[in-house]
């Protein structure tokens, strides 16, 4: 099954602020919206931001979710050192009827 | 507090057979979709399956129609994954996962299935 399209890696500075990309297609990203998860090494997964855009509680203000036509994006703004982590996008393909996960991005604070 | 509680996993030869479960709490767990996870070693996430909230519904990736087969005990609050006919690259970690809107608002730690003889 065709995943999403995340670029492996990322690296920013301290402060700066970092944009993650995460590419589908009309049947998943651009029709069902796609959710972010964050994961440190060793631990599971956890969600950033829902399909809809949305922050569970407890998430940083500093993370926000959009996404453009087949095209979804995290940005992260004041990077900081517990942000270096790997982000996957996730997104309900309904031609598949399946989940499908982007590839992961490593975001590396410099 | 929501809870997902991992268990099963372990050393199978090929072509071997492992049951998974998924203990939940903290939350109403028969009105929940529930999904199973996994991430080979050093890899990225991979969905395996889903169910709806009565059991009703499931869906499988590619890779493991026909081999895995998952279900739910509403009653125990459990989630299950049923793996026959295993191969080397099923090894990974296995995560449940609940869904409220999107997959994964809420995941077990994980527990490992290794297949090598």
């Known amino acids: 099954q065709a995943g999403l399209t995340q670029p492996p890696s990322v690296s920013k500075g301290l402060r700066q602020t970092a944009t993650l990309t995460c590419t589908g297609n009309?049947?998943?990203?651009?029709?069902?919206?796609a959710a972010w998860l964050q994961q440190h090494q060793g631990h599971p997964p956890k969600l950033l931001s829902d399909?809809?855009?949305n922050r569970p509680s407890g998430i940083s203000e500093r993370l926000s979710a959009s996404r453009s036509g087949n095209t979804a994006s995290l940005t992260i703004t004041g990077l900081q050192p517990e942000d270096e982590a790997d982000y996957y996008c996730?997104?309900?393909?309904?031609?598949?009827?399946?989940?499908?996960f982007g590839g992961g991005t490593k975001l590396t604070v410099l | 507090e929501v809870q997902l509680v991992e268990s099963g996993g372990g050393l199978v030869q090929p072509g071997g057979s492992l049951r998974l479960s998924c203990a939940a709490s903290?939350?109403?767990?028969?009105?929940?979709?529930m999904h199973w996870v996994r991430q080979a070693p050093g890899k990225g996430l991979v969905w395996v399956s889903h169910?709806?909230?009565?059991?009703?519904?499931?869906n499988y990736a590619d890779s493991v129609k026909g081999r895995f087969t998952i279900s739910r005990d509403n009653a125990k609050n459990t989630l299950y994954l049923q793996m026959n006919s295993l191969r080397a690259e099923d090894t990974a970690v296995y995560y449940c996962?609940?869904?409220?809107?999107?997959?994964?608002?809420?995941w077990g730690q994980g527990t490992l299935v290794t297949v090598s003889s």
């Open positions: 996962a609940r869904e409220d809107n999107s997959l994964g608002d809420y």
């Open positions: 903290g939350f109403a767990f028969s009105t929940y979709w």
């Open positions: 169910i709806n909230s009565d059991g009703s519904i499931t």
């Open positions: 009309s049947n998943n990203v651009g029709n069902q919206g």
């Open positions: 399909r809809n855009n």
């Open positions: 996730s997104a309900w393909d309904s031609s598949l009827s399946a989940w499908v």
